[in-house]
Nanobody
């Protein structure tokens, strides 16, 4: 029904930048909150940043001032601009979207995840 496809990950040196994209497709009426999460080696998945449909943003303290989340509502696409990357940012980054679908029971919101994209920051 709904697919999220992330792209933009890769290997970068400390201090470098990457821009992740998350393209949502399927029978989407609208997307409420979009978010980026990450899971480092041996760690639990953690919140990186979220953005509402109105553009309100929230960031983890560890990325404030370095990462910027944005979205294009017309394209159902989200972005994460990552600057001043550190080795501790190394993780698989996942996109999440609370998507509103039209169902036989009316409008319903469901949470979807992408497959993840690897970000590796070398020191």
């Amino acid at each position: 029904q709904v697919q999220l496809v992330e792209s933009g990950g890769g290997l970068v040196q400390a201090g470098g930048s990457l821009r992740l994209s998350c393209a949502a497709s399927g029978s989407i009426v609208s997307i409420n909150t979009m978010g980026w999460y990450r899971q480092g080696p041996g760690k639990q998945r953690e919140l990186v940043a979220t953005i509402t449909s109105g553009g309100s943003t929230n960031y983890a303290d560890s990325v404030k001032g370095r990462f910027t989340i944005s979205r294009d509502n017309t394209e159902n696409t989200g972005y994460l601009q990552m600057n001043s990357l550190k080795p501790e940012d190394t993780a698989v980054y996942y996109c999440n979207a609370d998507s509103v679908l039209k169902t036989a029971w009316g409008m319903r919101s469901y949470s979807y995840w992408g497959q993840g994209t690897q970000v590796t920051v070398s020191s």
